[in-house]
C-alpha cells in the first residue's frame, strides 16, 4: 500500500510540473492549451490547475478565464536566486556596471548543456521589456557559453554538444571552431560574440571562478552592434568586464591571478590589487 501512496504521489507531482512547464513562453492558456502542452486528460489538467491556483502557483483571469503563472512562484525563484552564491556575489557589481555603461550585464552559470541566466540588468541604452534570469541559451553561440566552457576538454565539449545547430550565418558551425574559440577565452581572458546568436546584437564576456580556480559563472555585457562597437570599444569593454568578472571571483574567494586583456593593460599573471583587476 505505501509503494502505491508513494507512485500515486510521485505522479501528482510529475503532473503538477507539467502544468507549469506548459506555460514556459510567458503566455496566458486556456484550460485547453494548458491540456494539448502538458499531454494530460481535460479532468486531471482542470483538477490540477485548481490546486495549483489554490498554492498562488497559477493565476486565472477573471474576465478573459485565461491562466498565467501566480506570484507564489515569484516568491520561490526570489528565493531560490538569494541562495545562489554567484548571484550574491555578482549583483552588486553587475548593476554597477550596467548604471555606468548604459549597456546590458548578465550572469550565467552553466547547466545542463546550456547558459542559463541567473540575472541581467539593463542600461540605459539596452532596456528590455523582460527578464532574462531563468532563461536558457545554448553555449556555442553566446560570449557566456564560450567562456562557461573554459577548463572542459574537447571530448567533452562533444559529448556536452553533440550538435552545434545555427541560428545565424554568424553561428559556430563546427567543433574545431568551437575549439578555438575557447582556446582565445583561455589566451586572453575573454570572448566576444557578433551576431552568433541573434541578429543586430554582440556582446563581450568574461569567466567567474570559485574559491577553486574553477570557472562556474560568466558575465557579459551586451547590447545592440551600435551600443557595443567592438570596432572601437572592445578593449575598453573587454577590461571591463574582465575586471568586474574579477571582482565576482573575489567575493567567491578567488585569489589567483588577474587575468587582463592584452590591449594596454597589465600583462597576464600580474599581482592581484585589492580592488580587483586594474
Known sequence: MAAEQGTSTNQSVERAAAVLAAFHDGRPLRVADVVARAGLGQSTTSRMLATLEALEYVERDPESGLYRLGTGLITLAGSALNQHPVYRASRPHAQEAAAQLGLGVNVSVLHRGTVFYLAN???????????????????????????????????????????????TGRTVDGHRELDAQVELVVARGYATEVEELALGRACVAAPIRDAGGEVVAAISISGSLSAIDLDHREAELAGRVIETADEVSTALGYTGPAVYPPHGGPAAGAPRTSGGAA
Not at 532596456?127 to 571530448?155: D, I, S, W, Y
Open 121 to 167: 540588468y539593463e542600461g540605459a541604452l539596452a532596456p528590455k521589456a523582460m527578464t532574462l534570469a531563468g532563461q536558457r541559451n545554448a553555449l556555442h553561440a553566446t560570449g557566456m557559453g564560450k567562456c562557461l566552457l573554459v577548463g572542459t576538454t574537447p571530448e567533452e565539449r562533444r559529448a556536452l554538444l553533440p550538435e552545434l545547430p545555427r541560428f
